[in-house]
């Protein structure tokens, strides 16, 4: 989810590498469309209900 969002790079088991990593790492840390994309995640998670809550109307509806 994170990498479909744009806010991770995804190293699978036979590009990972130390220089593959650190390019990686470097580019999270230079472009500035990755912290974007996580400030987006971020937000939309602040906007969720608390999990209490959904347990809540879950246990409702089972309940129903």
């Known amino acids: ?3 479909a969002s744009g806010a991770a790079e995804v190293l699978l ?4 590498t130390a220089v593959a990593a650190e390019a990686a790492v470097a580019a999270l840390l230079r ?6 994309a ?3 995640l971020a937000a939309e998670i602040a906007a969720m209900p608390p999990a209490s809550e959904v347990a809540e109307q879950l246990t409702r509806l089972v309940a129903s």
């Open 1 to 3: 989810a994170l990498a």
């Open 13 to 16: 088991p036979d590009e990972l």
């Open 31 to 36: 472009e500035s469309r990755y912290r974007q």
């Open 38 to 40: 996580a400030g987006e």
